[in-house]
């Protein structure tokens, strides 16, 4: 299902990175796991093709978790509304 789709692009993700960049290290990995969101990974595979460097990579990288952490924290936030039928 889509966990196994999210793992296989997580995976595929580092495999193209290690075959550009040979030694690539733990935490675009880890970074990887906690993103969720799939146009975002399939967004950061490409880019794991055409990227220039690692370090670039990386820079994309945390603005992705930037943003899914952002978009995770709006989701849990109960809005004004939602709060005035508790």
Known sequence: GLQQTRQ???????????????????EPSEILNKIEDILVLRYLLKQSIVIKSL????????QALVREETKAETEETPTDESQEFN
Do not use: D, G, H
């Not at 495999?15 to 690539?24: A, C, G, K, N, W």
């Open 55 to 62: 370090k670039e990579f990386q820079q994309v990288l945390a």
């Open 8 to 26: 296989s692009l997580r995976e595929t993700i580092i495999e193209v990175l290690e075959m550009r960049f040979v030694e690539v290290p733990r």
